[in-house]
């Protein structure tokens, strides 16, 4: 596992996600992406529904993920993201990790775009995000 990740959340498998094989159903990891992402915006005052008040969607327009490690009931594991941009893209690169042993347990990318009162656009609070934390990283990475 690479040393520094843009935004780490540390979380449990509840019960009910397991399926008859005792592992997490594959759907549930959409969901775990969607909550680290949605407390990482949280984190850096970036409200949904704020947004949406003002005509702005950021919305998921592509989703690739790679199943690797299963999780079970009640095993904690870290889920990471990276964000970069590529045009109008937002992407989030992010990752699953079993704790303690950090095994690998689900890699994806979300590509997201923000529509503003319907409509595809740039979204400047993101722009600045974006290249906020990747100087943070940077600094980090040549320290």
């Known amino acids: ?47 949904f529904a704020e947004l949406h008040n003002q005509g702005i969607d950021l919305v998921v327009a592509r989703a690739t993920m790679a199943f690797k490690t299963p999780l079970h009931s009640r095993d904690k594991y870290l889920s990471v993201l990276d964000l970069r941009q590529d045009g109008l893209r937002y992407i989030f690169d992010q990752k699953i990790f079993r704790l303690p042993d950090m095994a690998l347990c689900n890699s994806a990318r979300f ?33």
Do not use: W
């Open 1 to 47: 596992m690479k040393k520094n990740y843009t935004f780490q959340l540390e979380l449990k498998v509840r019960d009910y996600e397991c399926d008859l094989q005792g592992i997490v159903n594959n759907a549930n990891y959409q969901h775990y992406y969607e909550h680290t992402r949605h407390e990482f915006l949280v984190s850096q005052d970036i409200s």
């Open 111 to 143: 590509d997201s775009v923000a529509t503003i009162n319907g409509k595809l656009g740039r979204l400047p609070l993101l722009d600045d995000l974006v290249n906020r934390v990747n100087a943070e990283k940077n600094n980090e990475d040549n320290q």
